[in-house]
């Protein structure tokens, strides 16, 4: 796909670790390869779900991973390369600034981690945006931000990391901006400790990822110590 020099409406932004390198919170369940394809068919879920939105202008993932940046390019996505390779933070920005090079209107941030999302969910995302406004979804559970949206590309700083949903909130306030907020039960889920491979996302929805947690025999989940760690880590 050749990329536009002028962009219209509001796009989406992918930030994608390098496969081989994602989830690695999950070394006390999973392998190295079994994060990595997990990673695979988190991502490919999440594509499929904001190629089926209406209202958006097009996707632009950002990322170093070979198969990811070829997989997106196919689906007739936009990719950028992440220079630095410094974080979500850094992936986001660049993403932003390439949006708003190019005009574009509006943009929302949709992690590759979050497949259970619904194009419903995405829709009304963007139902909320309007001109000088900033909508947050924020995680269930741990007080990150699993979708950012702004009306004008970059109109708030990035503040992903630990608390990033309420860091979010006070940037939309020291610029002005009361920022919506929605709570949803597919967006709200990541998938980043043990204890979340066993969320039941239901029929219908991230139909890889779910196929990817079955195929793994896990009768149970990690011991109660094991999760706790996992969660109090940053």
């Not at 945006?129 to 269930?140: E, G, K």
């Not at 992903?160 to 949903?165: A, H, R």
Request: with cysteine; glycine share 8%; net charge neutral.
């Amino acid at each position: 796909m050749i990329e536009p020099a002028h962009l219209s409406g509001i796009w989406a932004v992918v930030p994608v670790k390098r496969l081989d390198r994602a989830k690695s919170r999950l070394a006390s369940m999973l392998d190295p390869s079994e994060r990595e394809e997990l990673a695979w068919a988190m991502f490919r879920d999440v594509l499929d779900t904001l190629g089926s939105v209406r209202g958006l202008g097009g996707i632009l993932v950002v990322t170093n991973d070979i198969r990811a940046s070829g997989y997106a390019r196919a689906f007739g996505a936009v990719t950028l390369p992440d220079p630095r390779e410094a974080g979500t933070n850094q992936a986001v920005q660049c993403g932003l600034a390439w949006l708003s090079e190019r005009g574009a209107a509006g943009a929302i941030v949709v992690p590759g981690d979050i497949p259970f999302t619904t194009p419903v969910e995405i829709a009304a995302v963007l139902e909320k945006l309007r001109p000088r406004s900033v909508v947050l979804a924020p995680a269930a559970r741990d007080g990150g931000t699993n979708i950012l949206a702004m009306a004008s590309p970059g109109i708030i700083p990035v503040a992903y990391g630990e608390n990033s949903f309420a860091r979010h909130l006070a940037a939309a306030r020291e610029t002005g901006i009361d920022a919506q907020v929605l709570h949803l039960d597919g967006a709200g889920h990541d998938i980043d400790v043990s204890s979340d491979l066993f969320f039941d996302a239901g029929e219908g929805q991230a139909t890889r990822t779910r196929a990817h947690l079955k195929r793994m025999t896990r009768p149970n989940p990690a011991p109660a110590t094991v999760l706790c760690k996992e969660i109090l880590q940053p």
